[in-house]
């Protein structure tokens, strides 16, 4: 694998040394025994933290999610209400996954959903958010739902064995949300990965993995994903969603 440009992974406290030199591996970067100049990845005894510039970031759907999903405010999300489906046991596709907030909100309410990031460093801070997130009596039953797949999902979806109930799509990174937690997140990982510049091979392949539906997150006065009209779109705020029925 190609290094990752400006990041080293270090060993903070509690790390073992075959797990730091994993993942230094898997995210193509070297292993240093001091913090880099721009972009570090942090092991240690707790997990996985992405820091530099001052700032440091560590997923963590406790304290991002929990709230969003407790105390019935499950079913005030707007993503829930487009996504909603009476079949028994529905899949679902989430083809540019990030940090994961929006499949947990489809595994919250009842999709077996199968994430794809393909930046490792992203993929590496995930896992471990959905490691920790596991051990929680009311995230374990949602993120077990979850399962990431490092990779290229304009690659991978189409070579799934069955055809998933929905492909949630986000072809943009979001900065859209205004808490200093999701604008740290944002000015490292933004670092990484930038929105995506494929968006008419990521559309196709989606229709390629032939699901029942599409669901695509766009700003609210965004352009259609690859000149494509939607079947019908739910508006908020700050973003619409716009679903295209496959299945007639």
Known sequence: M???????????????????EALARRVGAPLSDKPGEELTLLIDGTGVSLCGYGLTY??????????????????????????????????????????????????????????????????????????????????????????????????FMP??????????????FPARQKSGLINKKLQLIQ???HPCVEEEALFEAALRTQPKKLIIKRPLKGVNLADRTPDYSVKGKAIRYDVIILEK
């Open 58 to 155: 560590r997923g963590d759907f406790e304290e991002s999610m929990l709230h969003r999903v407790t105390n019935g405010r499950l079913d005030h999300e707007m993503l829930v209400h487009v996504a909603k489906t009476k079949d028994e046991r529905p899949k679902a596709v989430d083809a540019t996954a990030g940090m994961g907030e929006d499949s947990f909100l489809l595994a919250a309410c009842g999709y077996e959903v199968t994430l794809y990031e393909q930046n490792p460093v992203i993929a590496a801070l995930l896992k471990d958010a959905l490691r920790r997130a596991k051990k929680h009596p009311v995230l374990g039953p949602i993120v077990g739902r979850m399962h990431l797949v490092e990779g290229n999902s304009i690659e």
């Open 2 to 20: 190609a290094e990752t440009a400006n990041l080293v992974v270090c060993m903070g406290k509690g790390a073992q040394r075959d797990a730091a």
């Open 159 to 172: 070579a799934q064995n069955s055809a998933p109930d929905v492909i949630y799509l986000d072809p943009m």
């Open 191 to 193: 670092k990484l990965e």
